[in-house]
């Protein structure tokens, strides 16, 4: 399918092109680029004009550039601009014009991706759904979302985060959505904010980019919610919450096993239950705001529910596996990676749905243990040190066995935890890798989990090659 051609790029963006192309998809980095792209020469770590040429090699059909790079050939296709950031973001506002889809735009401190993802599942069963590619919902992730969306498709699910106030409101009116839903607050980047409350106030900022009858969606339980349900009645859209508390979209219970969570919610005189499997708590409350967009969308909800069920956490944001230490003896133990990110409210969760696991008895009698190893959680601001050791006062952390610490901020948790609990606490996630034998025993259930640059995936990455095998049947 043709995406893009240098006639119509050249329109949105106001570039020149000397040749005709036509593109297929849209790319900004040589390792994933596919034949048929077009290439985004963006200036980021790296300045994106030095990979035109190894692009255009990879087979992609044009380059989108400010200037003709050294070792491009002249008659190379080019699609040049006066600056490659702002001809992206018009290149997305051209595609959101051009597409037919209902918009969904979510954002929250917690759980943007994971939620992404579930309305991917959930719409798909409705129609052809477009999503933002992995964490893509910063200044250029939310316009490269967009240029790439097909113009029949029928949704589209777009992610919105931020680092600094006044991120949000601009690419929100960049998405235009018809639903805009806000996951959750907590502490997360506190140190551009300072205060929960204008963190608040900058993820209530996506209900600005609404379109007209629109809805809004945002959690009604938190001590912040008055701050969103202002922000979603002053945008002039249909207001729907979500949680306990909801008369709209109101969690009746949750239960879970080892093996799965079961939502049961209420919306109307309707009673809903959803099955996710592997997930925490954490999850639920995101499945619940999904069945809030369903409804806002008005699709058939025993259908949303269904579809909810097939969605599993990914790497790094809860996968749960087993790893066999010894395939002929049954001896495992059960790997939990949720390390791509981590705040006060993510970090919580996840240690309440380890507590709630049952580790494996062994054939030698022997119970198996909880484990968390825990990284830095970041951009905290002035709070970090009584952030991390308030960690310690997490209730469910009483369930939780020995808990290892990684990098300097954990210092502070390490410090405060009972010696029966504390474990290893070391400088660096490489110095924990090392020792990954050390750390765990068949029956063991273990939770890694850490700020995505404090580098604990290494540690999972090490966990994971412990793994000698499927069991033989």
């Not at 979510?106 to 599942?121: D, I, Q």
């Not at 009972?418 to 890798?433: E, F, I, N, T």
Request: aromatic content about 4%; hydrophobic content about 45%.
């Amino acid at each position: 399918m043709t995406l893009w051609t240098a006639a119509d790029a050249a329109r949105a963006t106001g570039g020149h092109s000397a040749c005709d192309w036509q593109a297929t998809g849209i790319s900004i980095d040589t390792r994933s680029l596919q034949p048929g792209d077009l290439f985004i020469a963006l200036t980021a770590a790296r300045d994106g004009h030095d990979f035109v040429a190894q692009a255009l090699e990879k087979g992609a059909t044009a380059a989108l550039v400010s200037y003709r790079p050294e070792g491009v050939a002249e008659d190379a296709p080019l699609l040049v601009v006066p600056d490659v950031m702002q001809a992206l973001t018009a290149l997305g506002a051209a595609g959101r014009a051009r597409a037919k889809a209902r918009v969904v735009a979510v954002t929250g401190s917690v759980g943007k991706t994971s939620t992404k993802e579930m309305l991917r599942e959930m719409l798909a069963e409705f129609g052809v759904t477009h999503a933002a590619e992995a964490s893509f919902n910063n200044h250029w992730g939310v316009p490269i979302t967009l240029a790439r969306l097909d113009p029949a498709a029928d949704f589209a699910v777009v992610e919105i985060g931020m680092n600094h106030p006044g991120e949000i409101a601009p690419l929100a009116c960049l998405a235009r959505p018809h639903v805009a839903m806000i996951t959750t607050i907590a502490p997360a980047h506190l140190e551009a904010f300072g205060a929960i409350e204008g963190i608040a106030h900058e993820k209530a900022s996506i209900f600005k980019g609404l379109e007209p009858d629109a809805h809004a969606i945002y959690p009604c339980d938190l001590p912040t919610s008055p701050i969103l349900a202002d922000a979603a009645q002053s945008s002039g859209a249909t207001c729907l919450s979500f949680g306990a508390g909801s008369e709209q979209v109101r969690l009746h219970d949750m239960t879970r096993t080892d093996a799965a969570l079961v939502l049961r919610a209420q919306i109307g005189q309707m009673r809903l239950a959803v099955r996710l499997v592997d997930a925490g708590a954490h999850f639920g409350m995101n499945a619940l705001g999904c069945l809030a967009v369903a409804q806002a969308l008005d699709l058939d909800l025993p259908r949303a529910a269904l579809a909810l069920g097939r969605w599993q956490p990914p790497a790094g944001r809860g996968l749960r596996q087993a790893i066999h230490l010894d395939p002929v003896e049954g001896a495992e133990f059960t790997l939990i990676d949720d390390a791509f990110n981590a705040n006060p409210a993510s970090l919580e969760a996840a240690i309440e749905m380890l507590s709630q696991l049952t580790p494996g008895d062994t054939q030698t009698g022997r119970m198996g243990r909880r484990i968390a190893i825990l990284g830095d959680m970041l951009e905290l601001g002035a709070q970090e040190q009584a952030l991390h050791a308030a960690v310690a006062d997490y209730p469910a952390l009483a369930q939780v066995d020995i808990v290892h610490c990684v990098g300097p901020r954990m210092a502070a948790l390490h410090d405060a935890l009972p010696p029966p609990q504390r474990g290893y606490h070391v400088k660096g996630a490489d110095d924990l890798a090392e020792m990954a034998h050390q750390l765990v025993a068949p029956g063991d259930i273990v939770l890694v989990k850490g700020s995505k640059s404090s580098f604990v995936s290494r540690v999972v990455d090490r966990l994971r090659h412990l793994d000698t095998g499927q069991p033989q049947v």
